[in-house]
């Protein structure tokens, strides 16, 4: 079994920072890409900014400049350092990973964490 569990949400002023992590724990042979993305109330669910193995990064352009991911991949975590937030980035904030198990089957297979809520408000 694989979970991913994120922690390091909450409610934060406009022009703040906060930094949401996620922890992979299980039969995890390899991490592929990790990824943060966020759904508000009413919307898609929208892709933040994943990062490879080897490090390879993209974002959504609305974050481009204020948000940065990392991972570390010994400890098998994944940040996203969130500054000058804005209202419009309030969200539930996800992690997700492709991992390959220990069980031999070497496809990767995709994995979500249960969320973390970031709230911009004043």
């Known amino acids: 079994q694989v979970r991913l569990v994120e922690s390091g949400g909450g409610l934060v002023q406009p022009g703040g920072s906060v930094r949401p992590s996620c922890a992979a724990s299980g039969s995890i042979d390899r991490i592929n890409t990790m990824g943060w993305y966020r759904q508000a109330p009413g919307k898609q669910r929208e892709m933040v900014a994943t990062?490879?193995?080897?490090?390879?990064?993209n974002y959504a352009d609305s974050v481009k400049g204020r948000f940065t991911i990392s991972r570390d991949n010994v400890k098998k975590l994944v940040y996203l350092q969130m500054n000058s937030l804005k209202p419009e980035d309030t969200a539930g904030y996800y992690c997700?990973?492709?991992?390959?198990?220990?069980?031999?089957?070497?496809?990767?297979?995709?994995?979500w964490g249960q969320g973390t809520q970031v709230t911009v408000s004043s």
């Open positions: 997700n990973a492709d991992i390959v198990l220990t069980t031999g089957w070497a496809t990767a297979l995709n994995y």
């Open positions: 990062i490879t193995e080897g490090g390879r990064i």
